[in-house]
C-alpha cells in the first residue's frame, strides 16, 4: 500500500485500521516534514508514537516532550 497525503506536509500509511478489518486498532506509518504535523488533539485511548528517523515533538499532559531515535513514548 502507497502513503496518501494526509495533509500538507505529512504522508501517511495505514497498516491496520477499520479498513482492513481492526475494531480497536489502528496502526500507521508517517513520514512528516519538518514543521509540519498534527493539530494538537486528544484521545480516549492510549497512543504510542515511535520516532524512527528525526525528532518529534508531543504533549503528555501539560508537559511538552521531544524524542528522537531511539525512543517511544
Known amino acids: ?4 497525503q494526509w495533509r500538507l506536509g505529512v504522508e501517511t500509511r495505514m497498516l ?3 479498513g482492513n478489518g481492526a475494531a480497536q486498532l489502528c496502526i500507521f506509518e508517517q ?3 519538518p514543521g ?3 493539530p494538537t488533539h486528544s484521545h480516549p485511548v ?7 528517523e528525526g525528532e518529534a515533538e508531543m ?3 501539560r508537559a511538552a516532550r ?3 531515535p531511539p525512543a517511544s513514548r
Not at 1 to 4: A, H, K, S
Not at 46 to 52: A, F, G, K, N, Y
Open 46 to 52: 492510549e497512543e504510542v508514537l515511535t520516532v524512527r
Open 1 to 4: 500500500m502507497l502513503p496518501e
Open 31 to 33: 513520514w512528516i516534514a
Open 59 to 61: 504533549w503528555i499532559g
Open 36 to 38: 509540519a504535523g498534527a
Open 66 to 68: 521531544r524524542s528522537s
Open 16 to 18: 491496520v485500521s477499520a
